[in-house]
């Protein structure tokens, strides 16, 4: 039988982001979780909304290539803007 919860640890492998991101948005609202002792699960049945929101994996090497171009087009003017 299925598990009707599931942890953040899953959630953030499910999403491939870390289990911080998933716990600022359950502060955020945008997850919705339910809280058992010190831990946080996320019913199943939510896991619908929670990934219709999330991006496709084309969408990620877009947003990766675009980074990987802003940072080499201007690296030098990033690194400056960081330091002030």
Not at 48 to 59: A, H, S, Y
Request: net charge positive; glycine share 6%.
């Amino acid at each position: 039988m299925d598990k009707m919860f599931v942890s953040t640890n899953e959630l953030a492998k499910m999403l491939g982001i870390s289990r911080i991101a998933v716990y600022k948005q359950i502060r955020s609202g945008k997850i919705k979780a339910t809280k058992r002792g010190r831990n946080f699960f996320i019913e199943r049945s939510d896991l619908n909304n929670i990934f219709k929101n999330t991006l496709t994996e084309k969408e990620k090497t877009e947003i990766k290539k675009a980074v990987q171009k802003t940072v080499q087009d201007f690296g030098e003017t990033l690194r400056l803007l960081g330091k002030t």
